[in-house]
């Protein structure tokens, strides 16, 4: 399985973007996807994940951020509304087979995708 991500932009304090994932050996009909970021000099978060129907997202990103999967099951978007500038950091698509109690976990997720920027301004 194989990801790619995109929609990274620069973007001030307010805005929105979206993410996409596209997934190709595999379709989002089987696999959970996740997004997860990474800020300069600190560890990589959970951001917000799919999983059999049900959508899970941080606290810091909670009525903020949507995570969906188009009707084609093989790319997952991440719309993020007011962005803010603690926001800013490299986002990665994660997919795997997560059980509960790791699904905000980096672990797990068996496949990721390439990061991609997103830099909010204030």
């Known amino acids: 399985v194989q990801l790619q991500a995109s929609g990274g932009g620069a973007v001030q304090a307010g805005d929105s973007l979206r993410l996409s994932c596209a997934a190709s050996?595999?379709?989002?009909?089987?696999?959970?996807a996740g997004w997860f970021r990474q800020a300069p000099g600190k560890e990589r978060e959970f951001v917000a994940a799919?999983?059999?129907?049900?959508?899970f997202y941080a606290d810091s990103v909670k009525g903020r951020f949507t995570i969906s999967r188009d009707t084609t099951r093989t790319t997952v978007h991440l719309l993020m509304n007011s962005l803010k500038p603690e926001d800013t950091a490299v986002y990665y698509c994660?997919?795997?087979?997560?059980?509960?109690?790791?699904?905000?976990?980096?672990?797990?997720?068996?496949?990721w995708g390439q990061g991609t920027q997103v830099t909010v301004s204030s």
């Open positions: 050996g595999s379709t989002f009909n089987n696999l959970s």
């Open positions: 799919f999983r059999m129907g049900r959508t």
């Open positions: 994660a997919a795997g087979y997560p059980i509960m109690s790791t699904i905000q976990t980096s672990s797990g997720y068996r496949y």
